[in-house]
Each structure stands twice: as structure tokens, then as C-alpha cells.
């Protein structure tokens, strides 16, 4: 009984620590974008001009936002 108890919470332990991973990973990405897009809306005009990239907008006024669906 104990054993499968055991096995049981290294199975939680295995998938926590897997889906910890991802969420690392999203947010890793989603900060390399917002770097990239900053980068970019501060090398663009002054003027409150504005680009789309993969469904995400930015504006060069305002500071780019992203929301990540896991």
C-alpha cells in the first residue's frame, strides 16, 4: 500500500515538475517577444504608429502586452 502511494506522488511530482517546465518555457518565450517588440516600437518613428505580427499588436505608444494560453 505504501508503495503505490509512493508511486502515486512521484506520478504528481513528475507531471507538476513537467508542466513547471512548460510555464518556464512560455514565459521565456513570451519575454524574448516582448524584447523583440520593445526593440522594434523603439526603433520605429516617434509617431503612434502601430504593427501586427501572429495576432499580436503593438503600438509604438504604448508598451506591448501579451497574454499566453497554456
Avoid: D, F, N, W
Avoid at 512521484?10 to 523583440?36: C, D, F, G, P, T
Avoid at 501586427?52 to 506591448?64: M, V
Amino acid at each position: 500500500m505504501l508503495l503505490i502511494l509512493y508511486e502515486k506522488y512521484l506520478s504528481a511530482l513528475k507531471r507538476r515538475s513537467s508542466l513547471m517546465e512548460k510555464i518556464l518555457e512560455h514565459q521565456i518565450a513570451a519575454v524574448e517577444l516582448q524584447q523583440i517588440l520593445s526593440s522594434s516600437s523603439s526603433s520605429s518613428s516617434s509617431s503612434s504608429s502601430s504593427s501586427s505580427s501572429a495576432g499580436i499588436s503593438c503600438s509604438s505608444t504604448a508598451a506591448p502586452t501579451l497574454k499566453l494560453q497554456l
